[in-house]
């Protein structure tokens, strides 16, 4: 496993149920293109799992 993983919003969360709009917020993705790293653990990938759709992820 990785130590970091690099997130990338790529789709729009415009149309989204509020759970998977409050997911994006809690990565911290507000903007098309954005990109954070965060620690690579399970709860994190959990949260991107619910919006894998949404986002890219590199392992860093």
């Known amino acids: 496993m990785a130590d970091k993983i690099r997130i990338k919003l790529i789709k729009s969360p415009i149309g989204e149920k509020p759970k998977k709009r409050k997911t994006l917020k809690a990565l911290g993705l507000k903007k098309i293109r954005q990109v954070v ?24």
Do not use: A
């Open 37 to 60: 790293e965060k620690k690579d653990n399970p709860q994190m990938r959990g949260m991107v799992r619910v919006v894998d759709y949404l986002v890219e992820v590199e392992e860093i």
